[in-house]
């Protein structure tokens, strides 16, 4: 099983892309070779594959490292399946996961939500599409401030908050309000639920 997010940036054209795309690249970068493992295209639309175990991290990861630019945000789609076909990149690789993803990529914007899975586990789906529902519900208010934190918590998850504070140069208490705001720490509730429910679905 792997998963494919398949994604575009909000409001892109707000900014020129050399505001917003290295930012985009250096998570994207973590997983493998573009165009094979990722890609962009069409401007502002991208996609890239990996573990499930890390497919939730990594599209929260993208939203805050987007979000800590003003007035931008991500729209991804998971879908979690297999891939029958790769043919060295992946706009061209195909797959339940790939067919998942495009179609709830489409109910995205549909729907006007920023974030979603599609697995072929009804049930799994359901409830994960709830709580990621609302997570959203403060992910998509948070502020750059907020995303910058949640993006440098999910990218070093061993280091201190004194780390944290040097890293921003503030005082260790100001990055614990931080990361209350943003409610990092029911985040983390969510991503090991997302976690032990992935493990079960898995074949």
Known sequence: MIAVLTG??????QYPSTVWMPLLKKVLKNYGEQPEIWDIYRGDEFQVKMSPLVALAVAIEIKAMIKSIKKLDVRIAIGLGDETYSGGRITEANGTAYKRSGRMFETLKEEKRTLALASGDESGDLILNLM???ALDFMDDWSPVSAKTVAWSLQHPESSQQTMAKHFN???????QRQKRARWHLLQELLEFYKQTIKQMAP
Request: aromatic share 0%; glycine share 0%; hydrophobic share 45%.
């Open 170 to 176: 503030i005082q260790q208490s100001a990055v614990s």
């Open 132 to 134: 990621m529902k609302l």
């Open 8 to 13: 575009d940036v909000v409001n892109s054209e």
